[in-house]
């Protein structure tokens, strides 16, 4: 079946770095959502990319979706403490199904 | 709107039990997923509706495993009999049409089989 690759499993970064999440696939794919799912809670979702090469921005956070339409990536700027949770990318191939990744699992230190 | 409701939010049974998930999907969403989530594997589509009609159910372990979903407001998850590897987070989430997928999760039911 279907599957995306998602790089880190882990990170832990000083409050104020910044932080970096990677999606691949080795189909292509009409569309990729990303979801953010905070400590004992549930996914919920940030943004979905469908155009080559589109770049979407929510305040600190910078989602791209690459030329071939096979990778993706989300990137924050200046994390805060707010930002800890398990970002997940999830990849759409047509139908309304999706295959999420395994996520990133990201650690603030104040 | 409430979003999507499940319930129980917490479940503890004995192996060999029945287990029970319920939930209801945000008015208007004709999609319907159930997805298990463990440490070891992630978060792994079980089975999914449209317009209450099961569409792909490739995603469920084992015959122990099955779903209803007798009208658009209501869906189950039954387990029957419960072994403790079944042990995870239960989420149900739904999608409106023509969002391209847009996936609402509920809060999930956490099942310890003991």
């Known amino acids: 079946g279907q599957q995306v690759m998602q790089i880190p499993q882990y990170q832990h970064v000083q409050e104020g770095e910044d932080f970096t999440t990677y999606c691949n696939s080795s189909?292509?794919?009409?569309?990729i959502q990303w979801y953010k799912q905070r400590p004992g809670g549930h996914p919920v979702f940030l943004i979905q990319?469908?155009?080559?090469?589109e770049v979407k921005k929510q305040k600190r956070l910078t989602f791209q979706f690459g030329e071939a339409k096979k990778n993706s990536s989300l990137h924050i700027t200046a994390t805060q403490t707010t930002d800890v949770g398990t970002y997940f990318c999830a990849m759409g191939a047509g139908s309304y199904q999706l295959t999420f990744g395994k996520g990133t699992k990201l650690s603030v230190i104040p | 709107d409430a979003g999507v409701i499940q319930s129980p939010r917490h479940e503890v049974t004995e192996m060999g039990q029945e287990v029970t998930l319920r939930c209801k999907p945000i008015s208007g969403h004709d999609y319907l997923f159930w997805y298990r989530q463990t440490m070891m594997r992630g978060l792994e589509l079980l089975i999914y509706?449209?317009?209450?009609?099961?569409?792909?159910d490739s995603g469920m372990p084992e015959d122990r495993f099955s779903a209803k979903m007798p009208n658009a407001s209501f869906s189950t998850l039954k387990i029957q009999p419960s072994e403790p590897r079944d042990s995870a987070v239960y989420f149900c989430?739904?999608?409106?049409?023509?969002?391209?997928?847009?996936?609402?999760f509920g809060a999930g039911t956490r099942l310890s089989v003991l």
């Open positions: 990319l469908v155009k080559s090469g």
């Open positions: 989430a739904s999608s409106l049409p023509g969002a391209r997928g847009i996936q609402y």
């Open positions: 509706f449209n317009n209450n009609v099961p569409i792909d």
């Open positions: 189909t292509t794919l009409s569309n």
